[in-house]
Every structure is written in C-alpha cells, then in structure tokens.
C-alpha cells in the first residue's frame, strides 16, 4: 500500500476539518458517540457490580475474597473491555466516514463492525493494546529504575492519608521523557492507523500494523502537529469545559442538588462525546490522506471555517 508524503502543515488541516465533521449529521455522529461512551459505562458498570458481588459475598462469610479470586474476575472483564474499546471507534469512524460521503446513517451504525466478521477483527488491537502497555511499563521501569515507582506509590500513599512527601526522582529523568514520548506518539499513531487500515482497506493485522509504522515515521511532522493541536485543545477546552460544569451544577443546585448532579453530568457527558468525535474523526482524515486509494486527493481544500 502506498504511503503518500504529507507536508506537516496537513496536521493543521485534520484537526480543521475534525472539527467540522458532525455539521452534516450531528445526529448521527454525535448520537454514535454518545452509545460508544454509554456501551463502555455500561462494561465497566458490570465489572464493578461483578466486584461488589463477591466482596458482599466475602463480607457474608466473614471472609474477605482473596487478591487471586478478584484478579481471576477483574483481568478477563478488563480484558474485555479493552478488546471492545477498538471495534467501537471504528464504528464511529464508520458513521464519520458515511457522513462525510452523504449517505445514510445512524447513531446506531456505531455497533456495525460487531456484526461484521471484518469489524470484529478489530478487536486484536485490543491484545495489542495490553501489549503496548506491558512493554511500556518494562521500558519505564527499567529507565526510572525499580526502586522509584516504589517510592512513587508510597509517597502517593501518604499522599492521599494526608501527608506531605518529597516526590522521588526517576534514574535518567530526561531519558525517560523522551522514551515517553516516542513511545506514546508510534504506540497512539499504530493503533489510530490501524483500525482504518483493517475496516476499510481490508488489511490483515500484521499488515494494518506494518503500514500504521511507516506511516507514522514517513509523516511524523503532520502525526505529531495534529497530536499537539488536539492535546493542546483538550487541555484548554478542559478547562472551559469544568468551569462550565461547575457553573451549571451551581445554578441547577438552587433547585435541587440532584438537578445540579445531573447538570454537571450532561456538561462532562457532551464533552465527552465531542472529544471522541474529533480523535476518530482526525484518525479518518488521517488515513483517508495518507494511504492512496483511501480517499481524495492529497491536499483537499483548505478550511477557511468553523461551521460548528
């Protein structure tokens, strides 16, 4: 599959158009946000009415479940979410992509790819995912050195009975930094790609992986322009967003402390969904323009507006 060179100022223009993209079916879009964020409340609902069971269960007995039994729960569910979390986004990606060809489409089409043999597949990212973080966590490790994440914990600890501590300092703060940072960027840059590059291109997934890699290294300066646009607008938009909440749960608790509850929860809940619509939507722009065949031209027009 080719890879097109995109200049860095094309991470600009996805994050333009990211925006823009719930103007034609807001219903849709967003609605297909709104599922994927209450499908995954409502896995980590059960995983947590699942623990409560069996610590009701030991309370019962007089007898505290054991770490081995909560973690034999725990870990399978978690598990199961994270393989879920991949096959949703690209359901979302599938109600951007529709939209934005006008056609059809519903907030409902955001569960498609579960009944669609190449939708499904999309679920290995999820195993990629787990196994991201657990050489993410060995590379940390072994950089910051095995005695700092001890004292880390343990100062948060205190930290949170209400002590002060010193914050410890990791072996080779720079390095890590750094490492961090690479990691991150190819670890967020493969699994963005790739869910496009299995769902629409039809690749496999040690394909959609290989092709996630080279375009993430040959176009690092449009990957990473649009990555610190987004990061740079959530932190600000947070911002916004929490004064906001904080705001409304005011006003709406001169009525009643539930009206200012269920206030505050829409604001965070709407935020939510916007969010999401723009990382699926970027990683859509991204692969429609990076990967040829997967879309029009290299350099669309440019965006002269916020339409919404």
């Known amino acids: 599959m080719d890879i097109r060179n995109l200049p860095a100022g094309h991470g600009l223009l996805w994050f333009k158009q990211a925006i823009d993209l719930g103007a034609k079916n807001p ?17 980590v609902l059960v995983l947590a009415v699942v623990l409560s069971v069996l610590a ?77 973080a657990v050489v993410g966590a060995v590379l940390m490790v072994a950089i910051a050195g095995p005695g700092y994440w001890r004292d880390y914990m343990q100062a948060m600890e205190a930290a949170l009975q209400g002590s002060v501590q010193v914050a410890p300092q990791p072996d080779h703060a720079g390095l890590l930094f ?3 940072l690479a990691f991150n960027y190819f670890s967020y840059a493969l699994m963005l790609f790739s869910i496009p590059l299995m769902l629409f291109s039809g690749c496999s997934l040690a394909d959609a992986l290989r092709h996630a890699l080279r375009a993430s290294v040959r176009n690092v300066g449009a990957n990473l322009l649009a990555g610190v646009l987004f990061i740079g607008a959530l932190v ?3 911002i916004v967003v929490a004064l906001v909440a904080l705001l409304a749960g005011a006003i709406g608790g001169l009525i009643h402390p539930v009206v200012g509850s269920v206030l505050v929860a829409v604001v965070m809940l709407g935020f939510a969904a916007v969010v999401l619509v723009l990382l699926a939507g970027a990683a859509y722009l991204a692969w429609r323009d990076t990967f040829s065949g997967a879309g029009p031209a290299p350099t669309p027009p440019p965006v002269h507006g916020i339409e919404v």
């Open 27 to 43: 219903r849709a879009v967003f609605g297909a946000s709104l599922l994927l964020i209450a499908a995954l409340y409502a896995a």
């Open 56 to 132: 009701g269960a030991g309370s019962a007995t007089e007898q505290a479940p054991s770490m081995g039994m909560l973690l034999a729960v725990a870990l399978p569910l978690t598990l199961a979410i994270m393989l879920v979390v991949p096959v949703l986004l690209g359901g979302l990606m599938h109600v951007i992509r529709e939209t934005e060809a006008n056609r059809a489409a519903s907030a409902r089409d955001v569960f498609l790819p579960l009944r669609d043999a190449r939708g499904r597949r999309l679920a290995w990212l999820g195993v990629v995912q787990l196994v991201l």
């Open 178 to 180: 750094l490492v961090q």
């Open 236 to 238: 600000l938009a947070a």
